[in-house]
């Protein structure tokens, strides 16, 4: 790993993203709740690829094309599984005994259409708190400037994913040089938040509406910092981890 | 003035902007660099009407339905006036020899298309530092619940309105309840930075940008405090101010 410093842009939401802010970078997406964190989770239980999608739609005309055998579809609108779908997008929904060697088309409302804008980028891959410290070595061994987009809620600011974002950031120590004004509110957010992360999770916007759900187990999966070591990168239409990780 | 709690919701950019959000609240629509700023400074030299519209395409159609004699085109694309148009951005541009009587078609990239999503709700003003106590002080006394729009910066998040509405909120004082994550935050960053709020501006992307285009002066004026003491609010499809205001 070389010492060059590394540009840092970050994006509250992908609502504002040109291909232009992605172009030859290294983009990081994050969805804390839920997608990224899923994401990790279904690899972890050996799922073999995770196709995310922008709509529901896309989600159905990609299924007829593919082997129904090996296909599950996942997905959520306002936080619940789409009527019809295999999955919603609950870590815990994705267990070995259903996902290992799947491929999962996956419909999120939000990380799903952030991941296909930020393979844009020279390189993609997914973040959140259970693999950022994994995610923050690749990008600095990497060494393109970064791109951090978070995922938001409904092209609205996410809390939690900005803290991911400031986390990363913080991560890269002196080589980041944070490039935008988006990205120094990141780090200062979360180095106030940073001794209790379970709890700004669960107080966010995005929790406290997860928890009226009844998803509240989910949040405290996705604030284990660093329990998932995979790094799940878009390559070629899909998002893989790397054989054997 | 009842002391009757105001919950407030801000939002960093309309992009997520639903007339959900908006509906039965008076809404604060903010653009300090430049657009409410610079609506601000036409009023203050006597302009009679302001009509924001969402494109340049919205703004020559709707000229041709006018009086010509009475209309100016006003906008920018990338900070700079756009062809063809009588006015830019730029508050120094609206002097009363200019404006005084005249009806402003103002198309600009982010203020513009933030106030015309503004306008769904119960009232809608708009807000900048020149006239933040007086908009503090009207939205106290109106009472509904507050929706702080930022214009942002092409759907990103921009430092310098988000201030402005942190600003709002602390002059809201024990009656602002903030009802969503954007809110807290940006009450955060207006206490952290209210010391030196031209220097914040100034070193913001939106300024630097607007510094290296030759703005620096529109910088300065943005950031004097109650320098105008007009609150421009939407009435019947444009911006108007109150007589002998």
Do not use: I
């Given at each position: 790993m070389n010492n060059k410093p590394l540009k840092v842009e970050l994006f509250f939401?992908?609502?504002?993203?040109?291909d232009e802010e992605v172009k030859g970078k290294t983009v990081v997406v994050i969805d804390v709740l839920r997608a990224c964190t899923t994401a990790c989770a279904a690899f972890m239980s050996g799922c073999r690829e995770i196709i995310p999608v922008e709509s529901i739609g896309d989600a159905t005309s990609l299924l007829d094309k593919l082997d129904r055998e090996v296909v599950l579809l996942a997905g959520e609108r306002k936080g619940y599984k789409v009527?019809?779908?295999?999955?919603?997008?609950?870590?815990?929904?994705?267990?070995e005994e259903i996902v290992r060697g799947k491929v999962i088309i996956l419909a999120s409302t939000n990380g799903s259409r952030a991941l296909v804008l930020g393979s844009a980028g020279e390189d993609c891959m997914a973040a959140s708190f259970v693999n950022v410290s994994n995610i923050v070595e690749r990008i600095a061994s990497v060494g393109n400037d970064i791109a951090i987009v978070c995922s938001g809620r409904e092209l609205n600011f996410s809390l939690e994913d900005t803290l991911c974002g400031g986390m990363i950031i913080s991560g890269l120590g002196d080589r980041?040089?944070?490039?935008n004004d988006a990205a120094v509110v990141a780090s200062k957010l979360y180095e106030e938040r940073k001794s209790d992360l379970a709890s700004a999770l669960r107080n966010s916007d995005h929790g406290r509406y997860l928890v009226s759900l009844g998803f509240s187990p989910d949040i405290d999966f996705a604030a284990q910092v660093d329990s998932i070591g995979l790094i799940p990168y878009w390559d070629n239409g899909r998002l893989v981890v790397d054989d054997g990780a």
């Open positions: 939401t992908y609502a504002g993203l040109t009527d019809g779908f295999d999955l919603g997008n609950s870590p815990y929904e994705f267990t980041a040089e944070s490039a």
